[in-house]
């Protein structure tokens, strides 16, 4: 049972940057593949980035590769989304999940994700 919360979200100006961060409690992410989700209002949850459970492998949507990172730090129990060069449809509310390998289904509860507003 792993409880995930996220946070680092806020309002940033289009072009600017902004860091989320996932925090694990209940068990170590160390053996997890982890992925970011996000939702915008009147819109389906959709998948953002992956990285596998040691880092050595990251995938990324198209609409976010090469502005993205996604990182982890298993030994503080948290993963990491770098976001830079955030445009307006970047809006949403972003959340992480424990995924499967190769199709990056989530099958973890959900947290209450973190808000990022990007103006333009």
């Known amino acids: 049972q792993v409880q995930l919360v996220e946070s680092g979200g806020g309002l940033v100006q289009a072009g600017g940057s902004l860091r989320v961060s996932c925090v694990a409690s209940?068990?170590?992410?160390?053996?997890?593949?982890m992925a970011w989700f996000r939702q915008a209002p009147g819109k389906e949850r959709e998948f953002v980035a992956a990285?596998?459970?040691?880092?050595?492998?990251?995938y990324y949507a198209d609409s976010v590769k090469g502005r993205f990172t996604i990182s982890r730090d298993n030994a503080k129990n948290t993963v990491y989304l770098q976001m830079n060069s955030l445009k307006p449809e970047d809006t949403a509310v972003y959340y992480c999940?424990?995924?499967?390998?190769?199709?990056?289904?989530?099958?973890?509860?959900w947290g209450q994700g973190t808000q990022v507003t990007v103006s333009s």
């Open positions: 209940g068990r170590t992410l160390s053996s997890y593949h």
């Open positions: 999940n424990t995924v499967t390998r190769g199709r990056w289904e989530p099958y973890g509860s």
């Open positions: 990285i596998t459970w040691n880092g050595g492998t990251t």
